[in-house]
């Protein structure tokens, strides 16, 4: 196993180097190749789908609980799905910063794993009952039209 050292220097870096590693001109905005990435019509959102997903087997030779590993997931997951949307996907990507916030999520579980679960856990809690409630929505709305468009039959 690398030292701990180590291994926060690999995850700070790729992080920099995905989500803020330029300046944008006139701006103190930075940004990374992930965005960059995203701009490329097609693949590019799966190339940086793929680095991202680096954070998630560090998080595995880590041994982070699931609840951690879930968090990690499912910032991938917003950020490949929001950031696939043309152009303001793009400029949601680039804000996000999934990566720095999955590198950050991993140097707080090796500082203090017990505290680190226990947010992760809260907030994948969260995060699940948003999408089930979202869904209910969703279903709701799709029932409602259904019977409108029946009415109207």
Do not use: H
């Not at 560090?58 to 990690?72: F, G, K, Q, W, Y």
């Not at 991938?76 to 990507?93: Q, T």
């Not at 579980?109 to 999408?131: D, F, H, M, W």
Request: glycine share 8%; with cysteine; aromatic share 8%.
């Amino acid at each position: 196993m690398k030292s701990k050292d180590e291994i926060e220097r690999r995850l700070k870096s790729l992080a920099v180097l995905l989500d803020s590693k330029f300046q944008v001109p006139g701006t103190s905005f930075r940004i990374g190749w992930d965005a960059a990435l995203g701009l490329i019509p097609g693949i590019g959102d799966l190339i940086s789908t793929l680095f991202a997903l680096y954070f998630f087997y560090e998080a595995l030779r880590l041994r982070a609980p699931a609840s951690v590993l879930l968090r990690i997931l499912s910032n991938i997951a917003v950020d490949s799905g929001l950031g696939a949307v043309p152009i303001a996907g793009d400029l949601f990507d680039a804000a996000w910063k999934a990566n720095q916030r999955n590198a950050g999520l991993l140097l707080e579980y090796c500082s203090n794993p017990k505290r680190t679960q226990k947010e992760s856990r809260l907030k994948v809690g969260l995060i699940l009952a948003c999408a089930v409630a979202l869904l209910a929505c969703v279903a709701y709305s799709a029932w409602r039209l259904i019977g409108a468009v029946i009415s109207l039959l």
